[in-house]
C-alpha cells in the first residue's frame, strides 16, 4: 500500500500539480491569442539557436562527467557517456531526479563499470553545479539586488515563510529528526545488510572524490564555465524571439537563470509549472506584459523539451546499436575462453 502511494504521488500528484500551475497561468489567456502570436509574432530562429546551445551545454557536460569517470575507474567512450546523458534528462520527465539514476545505470551497462562509483561521480557534478549556482546567486546580488528583493517580497511572500518560521513546528520536526539520526547511527552496526552498504559507501566515496583526481583541472574548470555559459546563453537568445523581450539586458538573462533554475529544484516532472512561474513573474518585474512573458517562458521551455525529448528517444535507439559490435566480440571471446 505504501509503494502504491508513493508511486501515485510521484506519477500523479506531482505532474497534477505541475499542470494546476500551467493552468493558473495560462486561463486568461485565449488559446487564438497564443497560437496567433506563435504565428506571426514569433522569430524562430533564436529558438533554434537556443536549442543548438543546449546541445552543446549537454556535449560540454558529457565530457565534464567523463573526465570524473575516468579518475574514478577508467575513460569512457563520449559517444556512450553523450547518449546516456540525454538518456538522463529524458527520465526526468517520466519521474523528478530519476534522470541521475537512469543514466548511470546506462553507462554501466555499456561500458560495464561500477554503477556506484558512478554515481558518486555524479554527485560530485552535482556539487559542482550547486557551487556554480552560488555563484550566480552572488552575481545577482550584486547587479540586481533591488530587483531580487522585490522578487522575493511580491512573488514568493516572505512575510509568509517568516510566520512559519516563527512556529514551534520546524523545530519540532528537526528535533524528532535529529533523534532518530542520533539512534540510527548507535544501532546501524546490528543490521546485516550493514557491511554491505559499508562496501558500496566505500566505492561511492571513490566517485564523489573523483573530482582531486581530474587530470586536467584547467580542461574540467573551462567545461563547467562553458555548461553554464551555454545555460546562460539559452534563455538570452530567446529574449531576441519576441519584442517584447528584446530589450532585456544581459542583467535579466542571469536573473532569470537563477530564477528558473529555483523553479527546476521543484519535484515536478522537467520543472513543468514551477519554471514557467518563476520565469514569468521575473519577467512581469521586468516590465515585460503578461501576455509576452506567458508566450516567452511557453516557448524556451517547450525548446529545450523538444530538443531533451528527440535526442533521449535518438539515444534510446543509438546505444545499442554503436555497442552492437564490441558486445558481440566480447561475446565470440568469451565462447572461445570457454
Known amino acids: 500500500m505504501k509503494k502504491i502511494l ?25 488559446v487564438s491569442d497564443i497560437l496567433d502570436i506563435l504565428k506571426n509574432d514569433l522569430n524562430y530562429s533564436w529558438i533554434w539557436l537556443s536549442a543548438i546551445l543546449a546541445v552543446f ?37 517520466a519521474l523528478p531526479r530519476l534522470g541521475e539514476v537512469s543514466r548511470c545505470g546506462v553507462l554501466s551497462k555499456y561500458e560495464k563499470i561500477s554503477f556506484t ?31 531580487l528583493k522585490d522578487l522575493m517580497f511580491t512573488t514568493l511572500n516572505i512575510q509568509d515563510i517568516s510566520t512559519i518560521l516563527r512556529s514551534p513546528f520546524p523545530y519540532l520536526f528537526l528535533g524528532v ?32 572524490i573523483s573530482i582531486r583526481k581530474v587530470k586536467n583541472k584547467p580542461l574540467f574548470i573551462f567545461h563547467t564555465l562553458f555548461i553554464w ?8 537568445v530567446c529574449f531576441f524571439s519576441l519584442r517584447e523581450t528584446s ?21 515536478v516532472q522537467g520543472g513543468i509549472g514551477p519554471w514557467h512561474f518563476m520565469v514569468i513573474a521575473t519577467l512581469k518585474l521586468y516590465g515585460v506584459p503578461a501576455d ?17 525529448i528527440v535526442t ?25 575462453l570457454s
Open 247 to 267: 530589450h532585456l539586458t544581459m542583467g535579466a538573462g542571469i536573473t532569470i537563470l537563477f530564477t528558473g533554475s529555483l523553479g527546476m529544484l521543484a519535484p
Open 312 to 336: 533521449g528517444l535518438l539515444a534510446f535507439v543509438i546505444l545499442p546499436v554503436i555497442n552492437k559490435p564490441r558486445n558481440e566480440s566480447n561475446t565470440k571471446e568469451a565462447v572461445q
Open 117 to 147: 562509483r558512478v554515481v558518486g561521480t555524479v554527485v560530485a557534478e552535482r556539487l559542482i553545479d550547486l557551487l556554480m549556482l552560488m555563484l550566480i546567486v552572488i552575481t545577482v546580488l550584486g547587479i540586481q539586488f533591488d530587483f
Open 57 to 93: 551545454s549537454h556535449l560540454s557536460r558529457a565530457m565534464r562527467w567523463q573526465m570524473l569517470i575516468e579518475s574514478a575507474e577508467k575513460k569512457t567512450r563520449l559517444s556512450n557517456t553523450f547518449w546516456a546523458v540525454m538518456t538522463g534528462y529524458l527520465a526526468n520527465y
Open 292 to 308: 509576452s512573458a506567458n508566450i516567452f517562458a511557453l516557448v524556451a521551455h517547450a525548446a529545450q523539451t523538444g530538443m531533451i
Open 6 to 30: 508513493i508511486r501515485i504521488i510521484q506519477f500523479v500528484l506531482f505532474p497534477a500539480l505541475g499542470l494546476f500551475i500551467i493552468w493558473q497561468l495560462y486561463k486568461e489567456q485565449k
Open 229 to 236: 555559459t551555454m545555460y546562460f546563453l539559452m534563455i538570452y
Open 177 to 208: 529528526m535529529a533523534m532518530g539520526l542520533w539512534i540510527l547511527k548507535r544501532n546501524i552496526h546490528k543490521f546485516s545488510v550493514y557491511k554491505q552498504l559499508k562496501g558500496l559507501l566505500a566505492k561511492f566515496m571513490e566517485g564523489l
